[in-house]
């Protein structure tokens, strides 16, 4: 499990793509990985599967290249990473899994003052799940719901969160991960028998 609090940010210094799926290499400062450890990367979960001093690689099954933009990053692009909650650890965001719901994209970017205000696509199959004030991950980062609309939301941006993850460089257009707050899922899958 993950909080969505984005502990640094890191560059993709290696792709091989290959049968059933795409290998990356992305440089750290993290010291402490070891094989088979959960690193949320955007907000998707994957396990290291080699690592040295700066770097660790991960392996992105057909499944996770189907449905994460992770299938078109290139070296030199930069992602969020967050390492998986210990127990005894403190919970600052909200409970993220890690599993991308799905995709959207950048509509609208403005800077008001030293705040970052975006807007995102929302798409219909998780639209029910998103509500004004509640809680969202965008490529890995719990974001608070600003506004909601029919078909889009937006988040304001504080200047520590522009600064410490990806956010800064995306432009409009641009794929984001989204991940909805799974407790609006189990409340819905709990209600279902009384329909």
Known sequence: MFTGIVEETGAVVGVTDADGGRRLRIRTTFDDLHHGQSVSVSGVCLT??????????????????EKTYLGTVD?????????????????????VQGHVDTT???????????DWFFEFTL????????????????????LTVAEKR??????AII???????????????DPV??????????????LDGYR
């Open 123 to 142: 798409p219909e199959a998780v639209a029910q799940y998103v509500v004004n004030k509640g809680s969202v991950t965008v490529d890995g980062i719990s």
């Open 150 to 155: 029919d078909d889009r939301f937006t988040v």
């Open 104 to 114: 959207a994209e950048v509509t609208a970017i403005e800077q008001v003052g030293e």
């Open 75 to 95: 070296v030199g692009d930069t992602v969020n990473l967050e390492r998986a909650l210990r127990a005894d650890g403190r919970f600052d965001g909200h409970i």
């Open 159 to 173: 200047p520590t969160t522009y600064e410490l993850t990806a956010l800064s460089t995306k432009a409009l257009g």
């Open 177 to 190: 991960h989204l991940e909805v707050d799974v407790v609006a899922k189990y409340v819905e899958s709990m």
């Open 48 to 65: 290291v599967e080699e690592y040295g001093d700066d770097w660790f690689e991960v392996f992105l099954a057909s499944e996770t290249v």
